[in-house]
């Protein structure tokens, strides 16, 4: 919630009206990153009505506080605009990593050992980094006797 502080859309309306709530949300949830909080509704108000800083994203603001030379001078800024570009938007490559184990999970039927299992993940987790060094033929061949002489319940044939 305590994003939309930097949402350069609502800096108009926020120049007329304080969005209170959302800075009461950032100085419960991180009030620690700060130095002065209420230095930092300063420098948000000035943000506001500064038509330099509209239409920026948090990366812009982050970057155009550095390049003018702003980073001490509205330090407190400088560090929500820091906070903003570092946390993440969506946990998207997490969910994926879990759905590839269950998917291994599930095909295997439980049968495997933990480091089978580990195994079998990390492959699919860096499925493009292998597909790269599969492109290099000398590896590839490597770890395909590896597998094939292993000693299995069925033979693999390859054709």
């Known amino acids: ?4 502080l930097l949402d350069p859309q609502q800096f108009q309306a926020y120049w ?5 709530s959302n800075f009461f949300n950032l100085t419960q949830s991180h009030g620690s990153l700060f130095d002065d909080l209420t230095r930092l509704k300063t420098e948000l108000t000035i943000m506001y009505a500064m038509t330099g800083f509209e239409g920026k994203s948090p990366a812009d ?3 155009f506080l550095q390049q003018k030379d702003l980073v001490e001078s509205m330090r407190q800024l400088y560090t929500l605009a820091c906070l903003a570009v570092t946390i993440p938007i969506s946990t998207a490559s997490v969910e994926w990593t879990f759905s590839a184990l269950k998917r291994i999970k599930t095909y295997s ?3 495997t050992g933990e480091a089978r299992l580990s195994s079998l993940a990390s492959m699919a987790i860096e499925k493009d980094f292998l597909l790269e060094l599969k492109r290099t033929d000398v590896l590839h061949n490597l770890v395909s006797e590896l597998f094939v002489n292993k000693d299995r319940r069925m033979d693999f044939v390859c054709k």
């Open 109 to 111: 039927r439980n049968a």
């Open 61 to 63: 603001l982050l970057a």
């Open 16 to 20: 007329k009206k304080f969005p209170y």
């Open 1 to 4: 919630m305590f994003l939309s």
